[in-house]
């Protein structure tokens, strides 16, 4: 019988989380894809389809940080699968 696989936010992208929700110059999708990682870090909790759409953003924007983007990286591995 296979076990189903469970995701949450490793300690490096909930190290990362944290940076940026402290960053007073991170932008809001930022701080919501964030805030969203940090929340699924002892959760089996998933990502929101706002905050998956904010995690989106950050991912495409240049301008995000590397701990911006891994945070990101980290809520949209954890969106709820569409059936």
């Known amino acids: 019988m296979a076990?189903?696989?469970s995701e949450s936010t490793g300690g490096k992208a909930a190290s990362a989380a944290a940076k940026v929700l402290k960053d007073p110059k991170a932008s809001k999708d930022s701080k919501m894809a964030a805030a969203s990682a940090l929340t699924q870090s002892k959760s089996k909790e998933t990502t929101s389809a706002k905050a998956a759409s904010a995690a989106a953003?950050?991912?495409k924007d240049p301008k995000a940080s590397k701990d911006a983007k891994t945070a990101a990286a980290s809520a949209l591995t954890q969106k709820a699968?569409?059936?």
Do not use: G, S
């Open 3 to 5: 076990m189903k696989k």
């Open 57 to 59: 953003k950050v991912m």
């Open 81 to 83: 699968k569409k059936k």
